[in-house]
T-cell receptor, first 114, second 109 residues
Framework: NAGVTQTPKFRVLKTGQSMTLLCAQDMNHEYMYWYRQDPGMGLRLIHYSVGEGTTAKGEVPDGYNVSRLKKQNFLLGLESAAPSQTSVYFC?????????????FGPGTRLTVT | GQQVMQIPQYQHVQEGEDFTTYCNSSTTLSNIQWYKQRPGGHPVFLIQLVKSGEVKKQKRLTFQFGEAKKNSSLHITATQTTDVGTYFCAGDSNYQLIWGAGTKLIIKP
């Protein structure tokens, strides 16, 4: 099993450009999450999904959109990138509702917005 | 909103010395999870504590959950180079994990 995979691993965008980050999991998990991690800070939840076709806002949702059309995939979109969105983005999944179940993380996407 | 404060931000130790990181929540937690992130890597789950006053051990790592379920600690005995990384605690808030900022364990050369 690959676990949780993320594409791309690295990306450089110019301000105003758009992009989509793809997360895929092969563990049949119901719950999926998108986080951002900035230096000296913990993980901050952007959006999450409790099942196919459902999404919800996390702590820092502004400037991002998500979709969960298939159970195994969770997409994170940036419609108009800003330098403040320079960060490392992690996708995670869990069998059931966290915080009662551990989260499995992907390797991360390092995004730079110039 | 709920906050989980984690201290210290960094800890430099000689190999063989002990390491401790502390988490404090502004509200009572139903449980707390601990994760480790190696340099350049992603967070990996270590353990979950649920009960008041709970203590769990994993080899040289000891995890504690406070009696009031508002604080937790991770203690590593006799650190090794393989322990290098950042240790995060994460507590629940309305079914979302709220993460501490992490404590980076650095082994002095």
């Amino acid at each position: 099993n690959a676990g949780v995979t993320q594409t791309p691993k690295f990306r450089v965008l110019k301000t105003g450009q758009s992009m989509t980050l793809l997360c895929a999991q092969d563990m049949n998990h119901e719950y999926m999450y998108w986080y951002r991690q900035d230096p000296g800070m913990g993980l901050r939840l952007i959006h999450y999904s409790v099942g196919e076709g459902t999404t919800a806002k996390g702590e820092v949702p502004d400037g991002y959109n998500v979709s969960r059309l298939k159970k195994q995939n969770f997409l994170l979109g940036l419609e108009s990138a800003a330098p403040s969105q320079t960060s490392v983005y992690f996708c995670a999944s869990s069998y059931a509702l966290s915080p009662h179940y551990e989260q499995y993380f992907g390797p991360g996407t390092r995004l730079t917005v110039t | 909103g709920q906050q989980v404060m984690q201290i210290p931000q960094y800890q430099h130790v000689q190999e063989g010395e002990d390491f401790t990181t502390y988490c404090n929540s502004s509200t009572t937690l139903s449980n707390i999870q601990w994760y480790k992130q190696r340099p350049g890597g992603h967070p990996v789950f270590l353990i979950q504590l649920v009960k008041s006053g709970e203590v769990k051990k994993q080899k040289r790592l000891t995890f504690q959950f406070g009696e009031a379920k508002k604080n937790s600690s991770l203690h590593i005995t006799a650190t090794q180079t393989t322990d290098v990384g950042t240790y995060f605690c994460a507590g629940d808030s309305n079914y979302q994990l709220i993460w501490g900022a992490g404590t980076k364990l650095i082994i002095k050369p």
